[in-house]
Nanobody
Framework: QVQLVESGGGLVQAGGSLRLSCAAS???????MGWYRQAPGKQRELVAT???????NYADSVKGRFTISRGNAKNTVYLQMNSLKPEDTAVYFC?????????WGQGTQVTVSS
């Protein structure tokens, strides 16, 4: 069973930056990777995705501030978050998928203080 492990979350002041990392426990044929987040009392929402070929997609709320990228190791993905706002506070989840299979990490907390 593939496992995804996120790291890089933490507490940061508004305007600061964080970089999240996610690594899969083994290499596999990945069709896409993404970051999602869930704030208290809210539904999980898409933050950013990157598919094979490199096409990226971002939520409007993070465009121009966040950047998703793949690592040199094909089973890693990063999320560079700049100009963080208190409303970015959430648990951030990594997701990797292939045809008919979907993997999620356990989540990493990001807290942005005002």
């Amino acid at each position: 069973q593939v496992q995804l492990v996120e790291s890089g979350g933490g507490l940061v002041q508004a305007g600061g930056s964080l970089r999240l990392s996610c690594a899969a426990s083994e290499a596999f044929m990945i069709n896409g990777m993404g970051w999602y987040r869930q704030a208290p009392g809210k539904q999980r929402e898409l933050v950013a995705t990157i598919i094979s070929g490199g096409k990226t997609n971002y939520a409007d709320s993070v465009k121009g501030r966040f950047t998703i990228s793949r690592g040199n190791a094909k089973n890693t993905v990063y999320l560079q978050m700049n100009s963080l706002k208190p409303e970015d506070t959430a648990v951030y989840f990594c997701r990797m998928w292939q045809i008919a299979r979907d993997y999620w990490g356990q989540g990493t907390q990001v807290t942005v203080s005002s």
